[in-house]
DNA sequence: TATGAATGAGTATTCATTCAT
DNA sequence: GATGAATGAATACTCATTCAT
């Protein structure tokens, strides 16, 4: 057994997600450049200490877009299964840009549409990408969404208006007047 | 009699310009963090030819997003006398949008939808809006755009799309495909 | 509990040392202009560690000064204690001048006379003017010092040798001729 | 005839006068570390102009010392004449110390007792020294000054007393009294 | 294992000096 | 002669990363 299947001891586990909540709350805060004393100062431990879970500054904005990507699968489940699909396909829409402000690295990954994805994100990735597929063909197999409409402009536009909302402080009637007219050129011509 | 008022000497004018250019191709290729050593090596000058023309790392940033603006202002006139309203709407939404890889800061201001503009950069940004107001309503009055489309809304989707479009390198493909979507929702429904 | 309450460690403390002990002689090598780079290198660290120590440049000299200071107040109480009062408040003065290369930053504040002392400084600055005030006082009671001398006109005059024998290097028999003028003004008239 | 001997056009000198001016008003201001560009815009010159009559920032803190000695010199032949040796020996000593706030060079030049004298300064420094020892042996002549007082220690003394004047904005009361001791010491005992 | 002290390359900015205009 | 634009070495300070305690 090498050392790198080892568990982890309880309190290692436990250090390793309070430098992960950290880092979340301080990028959220002071913006990709924040220092890494910064996040260890949020986390209440020590600088090696993150340096001993995430080898380099990177890996760590890593592992808290991996986080997001995992938490947000979370819920796609139940969307597919829902009855109406064209809901479904908006409400998520809706949701992912509603909550943009916690979601840019969301938005960065999506608006990726499948090229260059990271070491170690392609698996949780590639389930963001399945599920919403999954959903934007329920919608279309409803009527709900017109048929032309492929995945590639679908995670590109989701990803613009998440990356616009979160950076430019969308408030709720900015960001529903915008949806709606997204919306409806998702939707068939009648 | 100060020396604001002096118009500047050939040679530092030349140099002013080579700086601005080196500038924004430095930033588009480094991102934001780029250094002002970079750009001095990008444009063939000292360092300290930099911070004659622009005070701070901030200045510089400024005056780039400003010269962007202007480029984008003197394209305007000429589209709002045209003749096919319409056309001329969506055709000067393409334009920015195909032309955002170095339009990133206009996207910015676009977006910000006339707050917390920089000093300077009020006048040129209040331009661009209203010349875009002119072309939305003119598209709206040729039955071209739909007539509930207000300018808040526009203007996000427009920053929005310039804004992903710049970041993730869209191709002209996907830029298409993504921009006849919100196109159509900017249609009125038949 | 805070991180100013933690003992330092045996390392870092022998570091600080280090830290003050070099710039001190590089201060008085190069002047107040010295850099902090070559500070580093005269302590034999890096320049991080400097920082880590002393936030800021100012806090370093501040540090300096507040540490000659210090070192100038414990010789005082036995100074204070001494038999032959005239003794003491000469060779007091004598043996501040003597160390005046190292000692600048206290003619300084002397010369200063209380006024705009930095923070931290106060109370060591307050307690050396204590001091000299009795060995004066007691020099004076003993008939060694006239009695019309006054302690701004001394700290002037301890200021000013201090001030130029740091500055120009005074050997020691030009500064022995030149106190003993001094004393010799100080002395009551026979 | 070479280009060294030409005299100054009428302007060129009035420039070097200015500057010279500008500069002792701006190193009085802004200290030893004033910047040559500060200089310039207080002379109302351009920076080449400066460099065109002082080819090092050295040089032209050296002209300034220069200028000092030379009006310094120009009142020495008279107290040298002066009936009472011992009133124009205190007095020239008073009279420096009350400038001393326009004189910290002078002090500088007098407090290097004789070394290491600047290249274009030994003329005018000497005549200084030579004037001033005039006046001591003078005042030694007629027993207003202890005969024991040598030149090392008397400029050692002025040139003390003149940085601590200047350094701590002395008030004419403190000067005074400080004066007085000093004067004291150089008197024969009785 | 956790800590945080140490490191030093990298950053923005200033300023003496040169030289084209 | 005069100007001020250009230069780049130098400075104070930051921060990702390493490693002794």
Redesign the interface.
């Known amino acids: 057994m090498t050392e790198q299947d080892k568990p982890l001891r309880a309190d290692a586990r436990r250090n390793k997600a309070r430098v992960l909540e950290a880092a979340e709350v301080v990028l959220a805060r002071d913006g990709v450049?924040a220092s890494m004393r910064a996040v260890a100062q949020e986390a209440g431990v020590g600088l090696g200490t993150i340096y001993r879970h995430f080898p380099t500054r990177e890996a760590l904005h890593e592992a808290i877009l991996v986080g997001r990507m995992e938490r947000l699968v979370e819920d796609l489940p139940a969307l597919i299964e829902a009855a109406d699909a064209g809901a479904a396909f908006f409400g998520f829409f809706t949701d992912i840009v509603t909550n943009a402000s916690r979601m840019k690295a969301v938005a960065?990954a999506l608006?990726?549409?499948g090229v260059d994805v990271k070491a170690g994100m392609s698996e949780v990735g590639a389930a963001v990408r399945n599920a919403v597929e999954t959903l934007l063909v329920r919608a279309q197999w409803a009527g709900a969404v017109r048929a032309d409409?492929?995945m590639?402009?679908l995670l590109?536009?989701l990803?613009?208006?998440c990356?616009?909302?979160e950076?430019?402080q969308?408030g709720a009637e900015?960001r529903d007047?915008?949806l709606?007219?997204?919306?409806?050129?998702?939707r068939p011509?009648?």
């Not at 709606?180 to 998702?186: A, K, M, N, P, Q």
């Open positions: 450049t960065d608006a990726d549409a409409l492929g590639p402009e590109a536009l990803g613009a208006v990356l616009a909302a950076r430019n969308w900015l007047r915008t709606e007219v997204v919306f409806d050129g998702c011509r009648p």
